[in-house]
């Protein structure tokens, strides 16, 4: 498996996994305009050219973890966690302080996966998403952290 950046030639298939795995997925656009983004990081996980899951972060203060994603078949894995790794190298290029991110109160997968990798909640945003559930913002910081056993293991 190999991590590189988003092109347009993935699109296709990015929008095929977001579409499958969110309620709400992001318009192609939404892709198109990170991948051209200066201070950002879209990046794929890509095997034999299918693309198992993608993550979209940008910041430079501060990285906000925008969208991370992994096709159901494939997670369990260490996809989630090698992609998140890289957004962890970016942030410490970016020289931010910290990163952040938005998930659903009832998404308790992923609030393991952040809370096992360093994030820790730290507010709820009431109402966040379309259907009314809130998000629990969750933080990390970029430098000083000890490194987790999923980064070091990525
Ligand atoms: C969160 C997500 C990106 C993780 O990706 P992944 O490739 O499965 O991640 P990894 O294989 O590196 O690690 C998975 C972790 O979740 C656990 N896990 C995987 N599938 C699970 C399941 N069905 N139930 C409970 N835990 C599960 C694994 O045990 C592992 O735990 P660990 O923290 O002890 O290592 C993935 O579950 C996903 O795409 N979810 C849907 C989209 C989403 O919620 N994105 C985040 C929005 S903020």
Redesign the pocket.
């Known amino acids: 498996m190999t991590i590189r950046p988003m092109t347009e030639a993935d699109l296709d298939q990015v929008m095929e996994l977001e579409r499958a795995?969110f309620l709400h997925p992001w318009r192609r656009s939404f892709f198109l305009s990170d991948i051209n983004r200066p201070q950002g990081s879209t990046i794929v996980a890509v095997e034999d050219g299918f693309v198992l899951?993608y993550a979209v972060a940008w910041g430079t203060e501060e990285t906000h973890l925008a969208n991370?994603?992994?096709s159901e078949s494939?997670?369990?894995?260490?996809?989630?966690?090698k992609l998140l790794a890289e957004v962890v190298a970016f942030a410490q290029r970016s020289k931010a302080e910290s990163m952040y991110?938005?998930?659903r109160v009832s998404?308790t997968?992923?609030r393991?996966?952040y809370a096992?990798r360093g994030f820790v909640p730290t507010f709820l945003r009431k109402g966040y998403y379309e259907n009314g559930e809130d998000a629990v913002i969750m933080e990390r910081e970029v430098e000083g952290e000890p490194q987790t056993k999923?980064e070091a293991r990525g």
Do not use: P, T
Not at 74 to 81: A, I, L, N, P, T
């Open positions: 795995v899951g991370l994603a992994v494939e997670r369990g894995k260490g996809v989630g966690s991110l938005e998930v998404n997968i992923a393991k996966f096992n999923s």
